[in-house]
């Protein structure tokens, strides 16, 4: 943590000038990039750099939001990062360690999740609260107040793991917070915010309120709660490659060397799938037929296989 000029020092309250919350951000954005980018180096500097996280294990998530929260302050989104990178650590390299972790800092975030209805309005269950502390926005005190959005990537978190652990209760955490951010809402009773997310919401008073925000964090989300094909996925190989493709991936199998998968889309047109740690340019095979990587096709000398498919194709990577 640094001390911005113009703010008041947030780390003083704190006995380390770190978090999990601020560190895991910073990992979880190096390994969403290396997986995007497929570099090797990358990659393993990711992992290492993840694997210093233990030093929070077992502890409470704290100080994703620094730019207005203390250092301190127990936070919904140190939960979700943590989540997240731990995921993505499980999902490059199979370790069990890894998932272990993923599974303990999802736990951490349910105490945020209001599980029982605090008021008898009909919008409650299932509301995040943001952070157990104070801010220095104009609150000042956050206890029990939900800020959604802060819910929300929790829950996009969820929605990736669940997978790894469909015994816990993941999925329903997620369609719940999901719901709750519709719910949230701007209705079209008020034209110039109708669709945005309210910063937070009061419970009390059933409203939404504070600044207009973008919708992102619900649209993305809902997506999944109403059955639909993610907007976004990604399938990692242990060792690579790294799939990236606008839809689900599925039916994911490795033999001998050779990966297959199927993408399932979501655009009605042509869409590109992104093949990434390819050490070297493969053989493709698109529903059983030998495809040349040519035009529309293109494979990148820094590893990267881009392929313009339609519908529901079966890929196969042959090294």
Known sequence: ??????????????????????TAQVVKSVLEGAV?????????EGLRVLRALDTFAGTVPRGAQTWEVPLHTPDVLASAHMLRAYTLGYELTGEAHFLDQ?????WTGVPFVYLVNPTTGKVGPYSTIAVYGATNWRAPVWFGRPV?????????ALYRFERHDP????????DGITAAGIQHTWKQDDRDRQGLLPDFFHLRDQRPDGPAINPGTVQANAVRLYGQRPVYAFRAFVGGPYVHAPGAIDEAKEEGGTVSFRVRGWPTHAYHVLVSGLKRQP?????????PVAEPHEYLPAGN???????EPRIEIIP
């Open 305 to 311: 296989l881009v392929l313009k498919v339609r519908g």
């Open 102 to 106: 993923a599974r303990y800092w999802a």
């Open 148 to 156: 959604q959005w802060c819910g929300l990537v929790y829950a996009d």
């Open 167 to 174: 015994d816990g209760p993941w999925r329903r955490l997620a």
């Open 283 to 291: 053989k493709v095979r698109i529903d059983g037929a030998d495809t």
């Open 1 to 22: 943590y640094r001390k911005a000029k113009d703010k008041p020092d947030y780390g003083s309250t704190h006995v380390a000038p770190d978090s999990s919350g601020l």
């Open 36 to 44: 995007f980018c497929g570099d090797a180096e990358l990659i393993r």
